[in-house]
């Protein structure tokens, strides 16, 4: 049974940083695309960064380019989301994905985490 467990979701202050956890059961992380991924009520959810199965593609999207890095522990099958420099912009629920790119392409998801920000 896959599992993606998310973590380190919080409040902080605007300027402050948090550290997101996404740790994976049942599968490999090196065998998938893992992906960020934000939501707010109402909006549609939003690409935050992925990391390659390599781990040497890494994509961070431009509202967060910058202040995001995303890394991984393959011994661990953890990928992580820096955040710093949090605005209240960044306020959202985040969802983990591991995305099998090859067809038939399929994907697991994780559970939201919140993540506040306040100004």
């Known amino acids: 049974q896959v599992q993606l467990v998310v973590s380190g979701g919080g409040s902080v202050e605007a300027g402050g940083s948090l550290k997101l956890s996404c740790t994976a059961s049942g599968l490999l992380i090196s065998k998938f695309v893992m992906r960020w991924h934000r939501q707010v009520p109402g909006q549609e959810l939003e690409l935050v960064a992925s990391?390659?199965?390599?781990?040497?593609?890494?994509r961070i999207e431009d509202p967060v380019e910058g202040r995001f890095t995303i890394s991984r522990d393959t011994s661990k099958d953890t990928v992580y989301l820096q955040m710093n420099n949090l605005t209240p912009e960044d306020a959202a629920v985040y969802f983990c994905?591991?995305?099998?790119?090859?067809?038939?392409?399929?994907?697991?998801w994780g559970q939201g985490t919140q993540v506040t920000v306040s100004s």
């Open positions: 994905e591991a995305l099998e790119i090859s067809y038939p392409q399929y994907n697991y």
């Open positions: 990391i390659s199965k390599s781990g040497n593609g890494i």
